[in-house]
Protein backbone atom coordinates (compact mmCIF):
# COMPACT_ATOMS: atom_id res chain seq x y z
CA UNK A 1 0.00 0.00 0.00
CA UNK A 2 1.02 3.68 -0.69
CA UNK A 3 1.08 5.20 2.74
CA UNK A 4 1.85 9.01 2.56
CA UNK A 5 2.56 11.65 5.63
CA UNK A 6 1.90 15.23 4.42
CA UNK A 7 3.90 18.35 5.98
CA UNK A 8 4.30 22.19 4.73
CA UNK A 9 1.33 23.91 5.54
CA UNK A 10 0.36 26.65 7.87
CA UNK A 11 -0.57 30.13 8.31
CA UNK A 12 -0.51 32.23 5.58
CA UNK A 13 -1.97 35.67 4.10
CA UNK A 14 -4.01 36.02 1.47
CA UNK A 15 -1.60 36.57 -1.66
CA UNK A 16 0.74 34.36 -0.14
CA UNK A 17 2.42 31.07 -0.95
CA UNK A 18 3.17 27.77 0.29
CA UNK A 19 4.38 24.26 -0.55
CA UNK A 20 2.94 21.12 0.62
CA UNK A 21 5.24 18.10 0.65
CA UNK A 22 3.73 14.47 0.46
CA UNK A 23 6.45 11.27 1.56
CA UNK A 24 4.86 7.99 0.13
CA UNK A 25 6.06 4.99 1.22
CA UNK A 26 5.43 1.69 -0.66
CA UNK A 27 8.06 0.32 -3.41
CA UNK A 28 5.53 1.02 -6.52
CA UNK A 29 5.01 4.55 -5.47
CA UNK A 30 6.13 5.22 -9.01
CA UNK A 31 3.21 2.93 -10.72
CA UNK A 32 0.49 5.24 -9.15
CA UNK A 33 -1.25 8.73 -10.38
CA UNK A 34 -1.08 10.69 -7.16
CA UNK A 35 -3.42 13.41 -6.22
CA UNK A 36 -3.73 16.64 -3.75
CA UNK A 37 -7.39 16.77 -2.19
CA UNK A 38 -8.59 18.77 0.84
CA UNK A 39 -11.61 19.03 3.21
CA UNK A 40 -12.49 22.40 5.15
CA UNK A 41 -15.05 22.00 8.19
CA UNK A 42 -18.38 21.00 7.83
CA UNK A 43 -17.55 20.21 3.37
CA UNK A 44 -16.79 17.54 1.97
CA UNK A 45 -13.03 16.09 0.77
CA UNK A 46 -12.38 17.59 -2.80
CA UNK A 47 -10.27 17.05 -5.20
CA UNK A 48 -7.34 19.42 -6.02
CA UNK A 49 -4.79 18.45 -7.86
CA UNK A 50 -3.71 14.86 -10.05
CA UNK A 51 -0.40 14.11 -11.71
CA UNK A 52 0.30 11.07 -13.35
CA UNK A 53 2.55 8.13 -12.56
CA UNK A 54 5.09 9.40 -14.61
CA UNK A 55 4.57 12.83 -13.88
CA UNK A 56 4.26 14.40 -17.47
CA UNK A 57 0.00 15.22 -17.26
CA UNK A 58 -1.81 17.17 -14.18
CA UNK A 59 -4.96 18.06 -13.65
CA UNK A 60 -6.73 20.53 -11.02
CA UNK A 61 -9.73 21.78 -10.04
CA UNK A 62 -10.87 24.99 -11.47
CA UNK A 63 -10.61 26.98 -8.12
CA UNK A 64 -7.37 26.45 -7.93
CA UNK A 65 -6.45 26.41 -11.66
CA UNK A 66 -3.68 28.94 -12.47
CA UNK A 67 -2.84 29.36 -8.92
CA UNK A 68 -1.54 25.60 -8.08
CA UNK A 69 0.83 23.64 -9.16
CA UNK A 70 1.12 19.70 -9.06
CA UNK A 71 4.89 17.66 -9.20
CA UNK A 72 6.74 14.58 -8.27
CA UNK A 73 9.74 13.39 -7.83
CA UNK A 74 9.56 9.47 -8.13
CA UNK A 75 13.41 9.18 -6.60
CA UNK A 76 12.16 10.54 -3.43
CA UNK A 77 8.83 8.72 -3.57
CA UNK A 78 7.62 12.75 -3.03
CA UNK A 79 4.82 14.73 -4.21
CA UNK A 80 4.55 18.14 -4.16
CA UNK A 81 1.74 21.43 -4.75
CA UNK A 82 3.02 24.58 -4.51
CA UNK A 83 0.22 27.17 -3.45
CA UNK A 84 0.87 30.62 -5.21
CA UNK A 85 -1.96 33.44 -4.91
CA UNK A 86 -3.67 31.88 -1.56
CA UNK A 87 -6.73 33.01 -0.92
CA UNK A 88 -8.99 32.36 2.53
CA UNK A 89 -11.20 30.05 0.63
CA UNK A 90 -8.21 27.78 0.28
CA UNK A 91 -8.28 26.98 3.95
CA UNK A 92 -8.54 23.54 5.05
CA UNK A 93 -6.35 20.38 5.57
CA UNK A 94 -4.83 18.98 2.16
CA UNK A 95 -4.29 15.05 2.08
CA UNK A 96 -1.83 13.32 -0.97
CA UNK A 97 -3.32 10.08 -1.70
CA UNK A 98 -2.84 7.05 -4.28
CA UNK A 99 -6.08 7.64 -6.63
CA UNK A 100 -7.39 5.77 -9.46
CA UNK A 101 -9.77 7.12 -12.20
CA UNK A 102 -13.44 6.28 -12.55
CA UNK A 103 -15.29 7.71 -15.55
CA UNK A 104 -14.03 11.42 -14.94
CA UNK A 105 -13.98 11.53 -11.08
CA UNK A 106 -10.28 10.63 -9.04
CA UNK A 107 -10.87 8.53 -5.90
CA UNK A 108 -8.71 6.60 -3.48
CA UNK A 109 -6.97 3.55 -5.32
CA UNK A 110 -7.58 0.30 -3.49
CA UNK A 111 -3.90 0.66 -2.62
CA UNK A 112 -4.14 4.07 -1.44
CA UNK A 113 -5.09 5.30 2.08
CA UNK A 114 -5.29 8.37 3.23
CA UNK A 115 -2.72 10.47 5.45
CA UNK A 116 -3.07 12.78 8.65
CA UNK A 117 -3.39 15.40 6.47
CA UNK A 118 -1.93 19.23 6.97
CA UNK A 119 -3.44 21.98 7.95
CA UNK A 120 -3.39 25.51 5.49
CA UNK A 121 -4.90 28.40 7.18
CA UNK A 122 -4.95 31.89 5.01
CA UNK A 123 -5.91 35.26 6.75
CA UNK A 124 -7.81 37.97 4.86
Known amino acids: QVRPVESGGGLVQAGGSLRLSCAAS????????MAWFRQAPGNEREFVAV????????DYADSVKGRFTISRDNAKNAVYLQMNSLKPEDSAVYYC?????????????????WGQGTQVTVSS
Open 97 to 113: AAVALKGSTWYLHPQGQ
Open 26 to 33: GFTFSMYN
Open 51 to 58: ISWIGVST
